[in-house]
């Protein structure tokens, strides 16, 4: 079960959370014992210092700059990751018991989303939910009119299937996305969004976080069920997302994180490594005559999650081990599907894609 020496650092392929930038872990390490002068470490700081407030308001301005963010959106920093918000979204978004609202299921976190949002009002189903999930619709939807807002899952890091566009509904409705998976991986109209959130475990930062970037006309108080203060957005925008103490350390990293973004080039540089990325994978899956095969339909594939399988799950658990040895890890799919997957997220580099493509073709000539 363990990495062969010889084969030197691991390759971090995990579904979330997942690898952050090497740069950013060294930064992390040397700053450790002393943040910002203040002597104290970062794990220690009271997060109503006045360091912890600069460093949560930059955090909140580089997002803004680097996403775009209009004016007339805020920033909302907030516990429980995303699956917090499959609950608060509806909560803070329905104002009448009476509202339907709409969604889009294509995989296992959308769906999930779905049936909380169930407890709270009348959910239409607008691509129902299936026993497998290979592509995500093209065309345009048929909508409920009226209804509160219509929601997607941009990225379902189970199965790999990826919007490569912004939806289109026969009737406007405000549009609600997880985002968690591919966030900051391609550059967002956000303006065509009433909200975006996201854990930050995948591109980002720790687990623990989420963040929600919510239109100002959306954080309201006519609300058809009691908030618990936690979920709140009028009460946690008020506070400047420190209603309790926030997710220091998260925040802290997700601020280094976000510089390494802009120092980069931004996201157009990383919607083009994305694509050069995946590409170098799929390329391997699709010229390997069946003996890798992806179920995902071409134009619904991720740029975020590689899902693929072998002949036979013996053969899978077989390619698993023999990556972990070259330490290449993580590798393994998601518990509720098998098979293999390589969640390539930002931080993981061309260098080790390519030690994952070589052992894939390696793997292949050696069984063959």
């Known amino acids: 079960s363990g990495i062969n020496a010889e084969y030197g650092m691991v390759s971090v392929f995990n579904g979330g959370p997942a690898k952050i930038p090497d740069n950013v872990l060294k930064q992390?390490?040397?700053?450790?014992?002393?943040?910002?002068?203040?002597?104290?470490?970062?794990?220690?700081?009271?997060?109503?210092?006045?360091e912890f407030t600069a460093l949560i308001k930059e955090t909140t301005s580089l997002l803004r700059e680097i996403l775009e963010v209009p004016d007339n959106?805020?920033?909302?920093?907030?516990?429980?990751?995303?699956?917090?918000?499959?609950?608060?979204?509806?909560?803070?978004?329905i104002s009448s018991k009476d509202d339907e609202v709409d969604y889009i299921v294509t995989g296992s976190w959308s769906k999930l989303a779905a049936k909380e949002a169930e407890q709270y009002c009348k959910v239409n189903y607008v691509l129902p939910s299936t026993n497998s999930y290979t592509c995500v619709p093209g065309d345009e939807l048929k909508t409920t009119p009226g209804a509160?807002?219509?929601?997607?899952?941009?990225?379902?890091?189970?199965?790999?299937?990826?919007?490569?566009?912004?939806?289109?509904?026969?009737?406007?409705?405000?549009?609600?996305?997880?985002?968690?998976s591919n966030f900051l991986s391609r550059p967002v109209d956000v303006s065509k969004f009433g909200l975006i959130y996201a854990g930050v475990q995948k591109n980002v930062a720790p687990a623990g976080l989420?963040?929600?970037?919510?239109?100002?006309?959306?954080?309201?108080?006519?609300?058809?069920?009691?908030?618990?203060?936690?979920?709140?957005?009028?009460?946690?925008?008020?506070?400047?997302?420190?209603?309790?103490?926030?997710?220091v350390f998260s925040i802290y990293v997700t601020?280094?994180?976000l510089k390494?973004?802009?120092?980069?080039?931004?996201?157009?540089?990383?919607a083009?490594?994305?694509?050069?990325?995946?590409?170098?994978?799929?390329?391997?899956?699709?010229?390997?005559?069946?003996?890798?095969?992806?179920?995902?339909?071409?134009?619904?594939?991720?740029?975020?999650?590689?899902?693929?399988?072998?002949?036979?799950?013996?053969?899978?658990?077989?390619?698993?081990?023999?990556?972990?040895?070259?330490?290449?890890?993580?590798?393994?799919?998601h518990r509720s599907v098998g098979g293999c997957r390589a969640s390539i997220y930002n931080a993981v580099t061309l260098s080790d894609v390519k030690k994952l493509a070589d052992f894939m073709l390696h793997f292949q000539k050696e069984q063959q």
């Open 28 to 50: 992390i390490q040397d700053e450790l014992l002393n943040f910002a002068g203040t002597g104290m470490s970062v794990l220690e700081i009271s997060h109503r210092s006045p």
């Open 73 to 93: 959106y805020r920033i909302l920093w907030m516990a429980g990751g995303a699956t917090a918000q499959f609950s608060a979204i509806p909560l803070n978004l």
């Open 148 to 180: 509160k807002y219509l929601y997607y899952c941009d990225n379902e890091t189970v199965v790999g299937v990826e919007f490569p566009n912004i939806v289109r509904s026969s009737s406007p409705s405000t549009l609600v996305c997880d985002m968690s």
């Open 210 to 247: 989420g963040v929600v970037v919510v239109r100002e006309d959306l954080i309201t108080t006519e609300r058809a069920h009691p908030v618990p203060r936690i979920f709140d957005y009028k009460l946690m925008d008020g506070a400047n997302s420190c209603l309790n103490t926030p997710n």
């Open 255 to 257: 601020n280094l994180v």
């Open 260 to 270: 390494n973004i802009m120092n980069n080039g931004g996201l157009k540089y990383y």
């Open 272 to 333: 083009e490594f994305s694509v050069t990325k995946s590409s170098t994978l799929y390329d391997i899956i699709d010229n390997s005559d069946g003996f890798y095969s992806c179920n995902v339909e071409k134009d619904s594939r991720s740029r975020m999650n590689i899902t693929f399988v072998l002949s036979s799950p013996e053969k899978d658990a077989e390619f698993i081990k023999g990556a972990k040895e070259r330490g290449l890890v993580g590798i393994k799919g």
